[in-house]
């Protein structure tokens, strides 16, 4: 929890200082995303602005790219980073990236455990010397969302490097300010990866205690 605190507010402190630092030509993040998507001949897919701060994502379903209203209208470093992240996603997934095939796959499964696999986990604790086949069954079912955060860093990863490549050969960035864009993008694969650790943290705690139960 703490490294997670940690690791939020020095995202939100770089992406804060590097919306100040404008992209040399001026463009908005919904211009830099739209140009991206022509370069690499990605049709089909709409630059869309959405509520919230951060709240920046694909949406692999209705081939939408989803822009915050500053990344939407910024025209800094921290709005072409994360723009072009989230067009990252886009060839992703026009490319048939097997990473990204496979977290989309789990993405149902996924759901059905996230809104059960609380309850059947405390239910198994509770009744783990009469029916310890329940606490497995919950531990099964969280292992799955372990996985999803497991197969979320290289799609994650991936796309950094997508937006990164781009945004250096196409000269959106600067040497400096690309060097800005790299750090921006770190710290926020930084959350993808804390969010996996304590994931796999949890489903070790949980198997500990089946094995500690069955023992006893």
Known sequence: MLLSW???????????????????????GSEIANKMLIDNRISGVKVLTTAGSLSD?????????????????GRNIA????????CGHA??????????QMRSALVPIVSFSSKWVQWVLLAGILFLQSFPQLLLAGIVLFALTTLFSLITLPVEIDASNRALTWLETSEI???RSHT?????????AYTYVVAALASLATLIYYIAIFIG???D
């Open 91 to 100: 060839i992703q997934h026009a490319t048939a990236y097997h990473w990204l």
């Open 79 to 86: 709005a072409a980073a994360v723009a072009a992240h989230e």
């Open 180 to 188: 800005l864009a790299q750090e921006a993008l770190r710290w926020a």
């Open 6 to 28: 940690i690791v939020s507010n020095q995202l939100k402190s770089k992406f804060s200082a590097y919306s100040k630092i404008p992209v040399s030509n001026g463009m908005s």
């Open 57 to 73: 994502h694909y949406n692999p379903v209705n081939k939408t790219i989803n822009l915050s209203r500053d990344v939407f209208e």
């Open 173 to 175: 960035t600067s040497s």
């Open 213 to 215: 139960g069955r023992r």
